[in-house]
Structures are given as structure tokens and as C-alpha cells.
T-cell receptor, first 114, second 115 residues
Framework: QKEVEQDPGPLSVPEGAIVSLNCTYS??????FMWYRQYSRKGPELLMYTYSSGNKEDGRFTAQVDKSSKYISLFIRDSQPSDSATYLCAMSGTFGGGSEKLVFGKGTKLTVNP | DTEVTQTPKHLVMGMTNKKSLKCEQH?????MYWYKQKAKKPPELMFV???????INESVPSRFSPECPNSSLLNLHLHALQPEDSALYLC??????????????FGSGTRLTVV
């Protein structure tokens, strides 16, 4: 079992739809949870960051963390064609030596059609 | 300055060449990372530097040699690479290597092709 599981899609939705992206994880050492957006041939861009269970909202984006179920979600409201990208969940924790390690899910490729 | 800058953006090298990738950040971050990303795959961790000291090496072949000259700079020295090493190499930094606070900032990457 991989540490972080994410459905790679692809996911195709019409403009204005609500998009739901999810990841599950197995290692309780993960403490910080992130969502990155990556456009083709670019580096990942941090969208959302959270460290506690519950919801965090930023504009059209809501990140949800359920540590008891080891499950995180990203919701995108009123999706736009410019949201078309690969969305990567990522999580970090301290593993031996006191240093951080960031582990990514496989990424979900999202296309928002005009 | 809230960026991680990587140079060069593109690099083509032969299997007998020696080259270096460079990464720079001026955000005062004390942890820096090298990741390798193949097409349609997530980034995979290679090395972690914490307070300019190598703290994690994810069993990377010795043909990749990292160096952290100071808290703002990170290099990746390449020698005798194989075609399968062709990938996007990403540098990232985070504020505090002990807590991972505030997430990681990634550069745009160096697209490396080994011929």
C-alpha cells in the first residue's frame, strides 16, 4: 500500500461545476496537508495548506482534512477553464533525524470545459 | 522575494558530461529539497538539506551529488547520467525543516534531457 493514494483521473467537468478531489493516507506521522496545482511543464504551486482536522476556505477553494479517517479533500466551486491543471495532494511529517519529508499523491488531471 | 529560482530552465547533456543545476531562494527558508519528476508522475524526493546539512538522501545514485554552499543556494551536480535520468528536476524550500510550517515553495524546474 502506497503512503498516499490519489485517483489520477482524468476528470472532466463543465465550467461552473463543483469539483471534488480526494486523497487517503496510511501513515499517522503526517501532520501537514497541502494541495498543489501544477500546469504542464511548470513547478507545483501551493494552493492550500492546513494542519488540523476541519475545513479551510480560500476564495473558491475549500480544503478538508479528517485525520481520524486519514482522508483529505479539495473542493473547487464555480470551476473555470483556467483551473484546468493537475492537482496534487501532498503531506509532510517528521521522519527520523528530525527532518521533514513531503510526499505527494499521484495527482489528478482536471479539465474544465467552457 | 517569495520565489525559488532554478537555472538553467532546460539542459541537454551527453552521458559523459558533467553539469550542475542551481537553485536559489531569499525567503530565509532553512530547508531545501531536490525532487525529480517524470512525465505524468508526481515529484519524488531525492535530497533534503536542513540548516545547510544533508539530512535525507533517498537512496539516490552517486551520479547525482547535492551541495548546499549557504542557506540560500542549493546545487545538484550531475555526472555520467543515463537517458532514464531525463526528467524535470524541481527545487523546493520550506521555512522550518522541523515543522514544515507554511508549506513548501517550488521552483519552475530544470527540464533535463540526457542523450
Amino acid at each position: 500500500q502506497k503512503e498516499v493514494e490519489q485517483d489520477p483521473g482524468p476528470l472532466s467537468v463543465p465550467e461552473g461545476a463543483i469539483v471534488s478531489l480526494n486523497c487517503t493516507y496510511s501513515n499517522s506521522a503526517f501532520q501537514y496537508f497541502m494541495w498543489y496545482r501544477q500546469y504542464s511543464r511548470k513547478g507545483p504551486e501551493l494552493l492550500m495548506y492546513t494542519y488540523s482536522s476541519g475545513n479551510k476556505e480560500d476564495g473558491r477553494f475549500t480544503a478538508q482534512v479528517d485525520k481520524s479517517s486519514k482522508y483529505i479533500s479539495l473542493f473547487i466551486r464555480d470551476s473555470q477553464p483556467s483551473d484546468s491543471a493537475t492537482y496534487l495532494c501532498a503531506m509532510s511529517g517528521t521522519f527520523g533525524g528530525g527532518s521533514e519529508k513531503l510526499v505527494f499523491g499521484k495527482g489528478t488531471k482536471l479539465t474544465v470545459n467552457p | 522575494d517569495t520565489e525559488v529560482t532554478q537555472t538553467p530552465k532546460h539542459l541537454v547533456m551527453g552521458m559523459t558530461n558533467k553539469k550542475s543545476l542551481k537553485c536559489e531562494q531569499h525567503m530565509g527558508h532553512r530547508a531545501m529539497y531536490w525532487y525529480k519528476q517524470k512525465a505524468k508522475k508526481p515529484p519524488e524526493l531525492m535530497f533534503v538539506y536542513s540548516y545547510e546539512k544533508l539530512s535525507i538522501n533517498e537512496s539516490v545514485p552517486s551520479r547525482f551529488s547535492p551541495e548546499c554552499p549557504n542557506s540560500s543556494l542549493l546545487n545538484l551536480h550531475l555526472h555520467a547520467l543515463q537517458p532514464e535520468d531525463s526528467a524535470l528536476y524541481l527545487c523546493a524550500s520550506s521555512q522550518d525543516p522541523r515543522t514544515g510550517s507554511y508549506g513548501y515553495t517550488f521552483g519552475s524546474g530544470t527540464r533535463l534531457t540526457v542523450v
